[in-house]
């Protein structure tokens, strides 16, 4: 039976040592992180000293409060906030400001609050705090900087200040403000320098960290080139949750690029007339004045092979290897989810998920009687149960995590046969094994080898393209994924290291088999 309390500990204990890794040659921006980090170590080791029985919750709940929900709440807010949904981005910042110890947090909860006065109308207010904002050094300091241009509507100021201040237009630095660079090049008529930039930056904006500003820049690229079917599927997708006025002023802009003047007139002065954005209104009023040099685009043929390039892999390009569309929603994941929950409740049913005899009965894997009874069909069945609520849980929390992207990537039915097979290989691995006398196991069940053959899969298809720099760095963070369950399995001698390594070996096989007709 899985120990939570276990669980707990282990993850309080390498998690922070994963992070103080991550972060050890980084900036000033990373201290913060490194003092949550320490300060979670020195939580779990004083529960260790005080309550070891109680450890593993005490340590996991400083974990959960000052790692895990100030990550996932500033990559929350980042979302609403390439989303300009600056009301929402900044109640998140500002309930962080409690949890974590970045001190920029202060600052960008200024920035959202100064987005959202621009938004209600009210610029002098707005301007006010972004103008004291620009003054400081940090991150939020340069984002009110180029906000203030944008604002003011100076797109020329905004191209020779971002030329200026950010060394390679901010990449690797903070790809948020390349966004709003782009646009300026597109508002400016500079297409070219745009299509040129995006192509030779896209690669370093799928990480999923950043890949609504990823969507966000393909926007501006579609639209300021006049790709309005392209812009609405984007829309209809990977932007789905921008705000219905945005939507409406990118299809304007793209119609009057593309040179449907009359149709782009009637949509632009509907939404000056009705949008309660006064960013938008002004922008909608400007695109109707004939501000700016938007007009029909005219490209060169190698331009315009590029941007159909993106076009017709704009469905790729949100959900590839190397920048998964996680939000998409993800059918073969959810089935094998349901099958698991189904199976499970039949455990319970007949006799209780702990119940050795009842899952002998529902076939569990046991290598005496694949090899000595012909049962061979163990091998499938017993990758459809789990011993206890607790191993459930774990499982399907874990495909539910890492299996979205995938299936995005490379689709339902090939997703299906990757989790199928896989498992199937860590079984097979499994009782070989025993019968060499390497392994112990003689009774297993878990859906835990499908779910590292995920795992397997992934990189085995990004070594299939290992020569992309992103494909190089998520290979990185792969082996960490394998080291980190190696780990768990050393530390927790209730789960089987064979089954995983197995699993994750086939899945490796399969992505290197698929890796070749995959395309990026």
């Not at 930039?197 to 820049?217: D, I, K, M, Y």
């Not at 119609?255 to 632009?268: F, K, M, P």
Request: glycine fraction near 10%; hydrophobic fraction near 50%.
């Amino acid at each position: 039976m899985l120990d939570l309390n276990q669980i707990l500990l282990f993850i309080a204990c390498v998690s922070p040592l994963i992070v103080l890794a991550r972060t050890s040659r980084g900036a000033a921006l990373d201290g913060s992180w490194r003092l949550a980090a320490v300060a979670v170590l020195v939580v779990t080791a004083f529960a260790i000293t005080i309550t070891p029985r109680n450890a593993g919750f005490v340590g996991g709940g400083a974990w959960l409060l000052l790692l895990f929900l100030p990550a996932f709440g500033l990559r929350r807010a980042a979302e609403f906030a390439a989303e300009q949904r600056f009301s929402s981005a900044g109640r998140i910042v500002g309930l962080l400001r409690f949890l974590h110890p970045l001190e920029g947090l202060r600052d960008e909860r200024r920035l959202m609050r100064g987005l959202e006065l621009a938004q209600l109308g009210k610029q002098a207010d707005a301007k006010q705090i972004l103008t004291e904002l620009a003054g400081t050094n940090g991150r939020a300091g340069k984002r009110a900087a180029a906000h203030l241009f944008r604002i003011a509507g100076d797109w020329e100021g905004l191209v020779t200040w971002s030329q200026r201040n950010l060394p390679g237009m901010g990449l690797g630095e903070d790809p948020v403000l390349l966004s709003l660079y782009f646009r300026s090049l597109g508002e400016t008529g500079r297409r070219e320098q745009l299509i040129t930039e995006f192509r030779r930056s896209a690669h370093l904006l799928v990480s999923p960290v950043h890949q609504q500003t990823f969507l966000g820049s393909l926007m501006l690229l579609f639209a300021f080139c006049g790709r309005t079917t392209a812009l609405r599927s984007l829309f209809a997708d990977g932007l789905r949750r921008l705000s219905r006025d945005a939507k409406e002023f990118w299809i304007g802009t793209s119609e009057l690029a593309a040179g449907a003047t009359h149709d782009a007139g009637i949509r632009l002065r509907r939404l000056q007339d009705k949008t309660t954005d006064a960013m938008i209104r002004a922008d909608a009023k400007n695109r109707l004045a004939g501000d700016g040099v938007l007009g029909p685009v005219s490209l060169t043929p190698f331009e315009a092979a590029t941007v159909s390039h993106f076009e017709r892999n704009a469905e790729k390009q949100a959900g590839s290897l190397l920048a998964p569309r996680a939000a998409r929603p993800a059918s073969a994941v959810m089935l094998f989810i349901a099958l698991n929950v189904a199976m499970f409740s039949v455990e319970l049913a007949l006799g209780g998920s702990t119940n050795d005899f009842t899952l002998h009965r529902l076939g569990a894997l046991e290598p005496s009687a694949v090899f000595s009874g012909g049962q061979y069909w163990r091998l499938l069945s017993a990758l459809f149960l789990h011993y206890g609520v607790l191993h459930l849980l774990f499982n399907c929390y874990a495909l539910y995590v890492l299996g979205p992207s995938l299936e995005a990537a490379i689709g339902s039915f090939r997703f299906s046969i990757c989790y199928i097979v896989s498992g199937l290989g860590s079984s097979a691995g499994v009782i070989t094994l025993w019968r060499l006398g390497l392994t112990q196991a003689d009774f297993l069940v878990g859906a835990s080898g499908c779910v590292m053959g995920l795992v397997g899969v992934w990189a085995g298809l990004l070594l299939g393209h290992r020569h992309a720099p992103v494909a190089r760095r998520r290979l990185l963070s792969i082996l960490l994924i394998v080291a980190m369950q190696t780990a768990f399995d050393l530390f927790t001698p209730q789960v089987s290291m064979a089954a995983h390594l197995c699993g994750l070996f086939t899945g490796v096989l399969v992505g290197l088999v698929m890796a070749p007709a995959h395309e990026l």
